[in-house]
């Protein structure tokens, strides 16, 4: 046994952990190795002086008022009250009890699940996607269709931001709600739209597809909360932009198209 | 269920006189434990209560998987471990260490020796070189001591109490032995007059 080896197992000794035959090499080598012998001498030494320590003890007196002390620090409101807090407990109690891998499971299935909302959200918004007909005429009739109702839904929708009443907070709340909703889907159409309304005399219609579009897209990105500086914003927008004017501008050109059309195809009338 | 776990199981339901009834039967447990690790009478008394209130806070956590006096060692070590590392890192942890808190060192000398102005000297110096000694330690190194000879716990139940390893509990204990002998040397001769 080495020197080293004998003193870094003197917590032992004095333990008393050591095998028969590990004490029978330890006490060999403290009989013939002076420096060792000395050092355990001054190991137990220092233990044995350590352990003459006195204590502090207080008198009964403090002992008496232990409690009222700490009853002061105690929470202000009653321990009975504990009970209504029981349910987080028996949660944190509940937790504690899983093993890690439980909780690396849930991690990976909540995963699965997210991914799984995702791919449905975008699946949802392929399938609002309309397709061009492969009959141009056809096709400009339903893209005609199609902005028609796309000016009648952004007005209605856009009379109902101009006409948000700030005063009544929890009605304007859920209107925004909805209003952000019809937004997206409006979003989306005019996505469509922009490329569909490719023809000559269009482009107006086009531009003002566009300036619609960036005008939902600020409704869509409303806060959840009521926000009625923003709303304020989109309301000047409208303002400013004289978007309900030339709305009213284009369905006037498009009646007077739908006018002429009729009147080509039935011209007694 | 053990009658502590009755009073637990109770005072989580909001039963107050079980909670004392807990405080009252521990209390001089967790103080002791609390003057050992920190030596001073007013410090122990802060720490001791700062237990009682996480138990107070912490009863529904209580899982009764360790015995309460274990669960009340573990808060003591832990809670006393956290002080220390805060005040680590402030400057005061020199002045705290070094100034006379609350109980002089005469507080804790045997009445008997109080007649031999002598003997009172030198339990007091003895006293003194103690303190100093074990002031030298860092906060692990205290706590693996006074777990072991102070409290006399074994080696395993004080790394159960520590979430360590038994080895790191006995190179922890050998070298606090190993600090404090030095810190000793200096009035070795003291001790042996």
Redesign the interface.
């Known amino acids: 046994m080495t020197c080293k080896s004998c003193q870094?197992m003197?917590?032992?000794f004095q333990?008393k952990?050591l095998s028969n035959e590990q004490n029978a090499q330890m006490d060999a080598h403290l009989r013939s190795c002076d420096a060792c012998q000395q050092a355990w001498q001054?190991?137990q030494?220092?233990?044995r002086?350590?352990?003459?320590?006195?204590?502090?003890?207080?008198d009964e007196s403090y002992?008496n008022g232990?409690?009222d002390?700490?009853e002061e620090?105690?929470?202000s409101e009653?321990?009975?009250?504990?009970?209504q807090?029981?349910l987080w407990?028996?949660i944190?109690?509940w937790m504690?009890?899983i093993p890690r891998w439980g909780y690396q499971l849930a991690g990976a299935a909540a995963l699965l699940i997210i991914g799984f909302i995702v791919g449905l959200q975008f699946r949802t918004i392929e399938n609002t996607t309309i397709e061009i007909p492969a009959n141009p005429i056809q096709s400009q009739l339903t893209v005609a269709a199609q902005t028609n109702r796309y000016l009648e839904r952004s007005k209605t929708l856009l009379l109902g931001i101009v006409n948000l009443d700030p005063e009544q907070e929890q009605l304007a709340l859920s209107s925004v709600r909805h209003q952000r909703r019809i937004s997206r889907e409006l979003v989306d159409e005019a996505r469509y739209l922009k490329t569909a309304l490719n023809q000559p005399g269009q482009q107006r219609l086009q531009e003002l597809v566009s300036e619609l579009e960036l005008i939902l897209m600020q409704i869509t990105n409303l806060d959840a909360q009521y926000d009625l500086q923003s709303v304020d914003l989109i309301q000047q927008s409208i303002d400013q932009q004289g978007i309900f004017l030339k709305i009213d501008l284009e369905e006037m050109k498009q009646q007077m198209n739908r006018d002429d059309a009729r009147q080509q195809a039935h011209p007694t009338i | 269920m053990s009658d502590d776990n009755v009073l637990i199981h109770a005072?989580?339901?909001?039963?107050?006189s079980a909670?004392?009834t807990l405080?009252?039967r521990y209390?001089?447990t967790v103080?002791?434990i609390a003057?050992?690790l920190t030596g001073q009478?007013h410090t122990a008394?802060d720490l001791s209560?700062d237990v009682?209130?996480k138990m107070?806070?912490g009863?529904?956590?209580f899982?009764g998987d360790a015995t309460l006096r274990t669960w009340l060692y573990r808060v003591t070590v832990n809670t006393y471990l956290s002080q220390q590392r805060k005040k680590a890192f402030t400057a005061l942890n020199f002045f705290s260490d070094h100034k006379k808190d609350d109980?002089d060192l005469t507080?804790?000398?045997?009445a008997e020796d109080e007649h031999s102005p002598e003997k009172m000297a030198e339990?007091v110096m003895?006293?003194t070189h103690?303190?100093a000694?074990?002031n030298k330690l860092s906060p692990r190194e205290r706590t693996v001591?006074t777990l072991r000879?102070?409290q006399d716990l074994s080696?395993k139940e004080i790394a159960d109490i520590m979430d360590v390893r038994i080895g790191t509990v006995?190179?922890t204990?050998?070298r606090a032995?190993q600090r404090?002998?030095k810190a000793?040397a200096f009035y070795k001769l003291d001790?042996n007059a």
């Open positions: 870094t003197f917590v032992d333990e952990l001054e190991y030494y220092t233990i002086t350590m352990i003459r320590r006195e204590r502090f003890e207080p002992w232990y409690w002390r700490l620090k105690l929470p009653n321990i009975r009250h504990r009970s807090i029981k407990q028996v944190l109690n504690s009890v | 005072a989580s339901r909001g039963d107050a909670f004392r405080v009252e209390k001089k103080y002791y003057y050992d009478h008394e209560q009682f209130l107070y806070r009863l529904g956590t899982r109980c507080d804790v000398i045997p339990a003895m006293q103690i303190q000694a074990l001591f000879h102070y080696l006995k190179s204990l050998f032995i404090m002998q000793l001790f």
